[in-house]
T-cell receptor, first 114, second 107 residues
Framework: KAGVTQTPRYLIKTRGQQVTLSCSPI?????VSWYQQTPGQGLQFLFE???????NKGNFPGRFSGRQFSNSRSEMNVSTLELGDSALYLC?????????????FGEGSWLTVV | AQRVTQPEKLLSVFKGAPVELKCNYS??????LFWYVQYSRQRLQLLLR??SRESIKGFTADLNKGETSFHLKKPFAQEEDSAMYYC?????????FGKGTKLSVKP
């Protein structure tokens, strides 16, 4: 079955612009989470959604937001982009957020802010 | 505070040598721990989870609650094991990652 799918794979934006990234979880998975990966900070949790509700949020400014749709697809948005937002954004999915459910990752969306 | 520490940024071994990638965690409660691997130009993928107590690609990891460790081991490293390895702790549905260890297996 298809894995976690993220679009777009690569994008370049200018400072001050906003960006929307999309994620389609594995079929049957209802929990979606987002991570930011940078060389300096490593993998950092952004937020997690389950049944269209945000369950957890990481330590990121309010410019980072997300949502989940009824079909479990998710989008994340970053407004007023800064150079430091350049990163690989990873989406992950699992059946449910409870223990015992493995989390699977997409290939990521590479965002470059210039 | 919940935290995962991987003390080695880079680990270099020769093919056929044993390898151990260290992971220590800080967590109040019963931890759920994972090892993820990221090969060059590939997605982050699950290697092991402690609740399965399985061996994948020759790797094993044992949870030691007394030492709060979850070290990853393989008796004989192969060149194809070269990759970034991340230890992760599941907390409230999301993962807390260590900074990762780059394993380089030389021929």
């Amino acid at each position: 079955k298809a894995g976690v799918t993220q679009t777009p794979r690569y994008l370049i934006k200018t400072r001050g612009q906003q960006v929307t990234l999309s994620c389609s979880p594995i079929s049957g998975h209802r929990s979606v989470s987002w991570y930011q990966q940078t060389p300096g900070q490593g993998l950092q949790f952004l937020f997690e959604y389950f049944s269209e509700t945000q369950r957890n949020k990481g330590n990121f400014p309010g410019r980072f937001s997300g949502r989940q749709f009824s079909n479990s697809r998710s989008e994340m948005n970053v407004s007023t982009l800064e150079l430091g937002d350049s990163a690989l954004y990873l989406c992950a999915s699992s059946r449910e957020p409870t223990s015992g459910n493995t989390i699977y990752f997409g290939e990521g969306s590479w965002l470059t802010v210039v | 505070a919940q935290r995962v520490t991987q003390p080695e940024k880079l680990l270099s071994v020769f093919k056929g040598a044993p390898v151990e990638l260290k992971c220590n965690y800080s967590y109040s409660g019963s931890p759920e721990l994972f090892w993820y691997v990221q090969y060059s130009r590939q997605r982050l993928q699950l290697l092991l989870r402690h609740i399965s107590r399985e061996s994948i690609k020759g790797f094993t990891a044992d949870l030691n609650k007394g030492e709060t460790s979850f070290h990853l081991k393989k008796p004989f490293a192969q060149e194809e094991d070269s990759a970034m390895y991340y230890c992760a702790l599941k907390s409230q549905g999301n993962l807390i990652f260590g900074k990762g260890t780059k394993l380089s297996v030389k021929p």
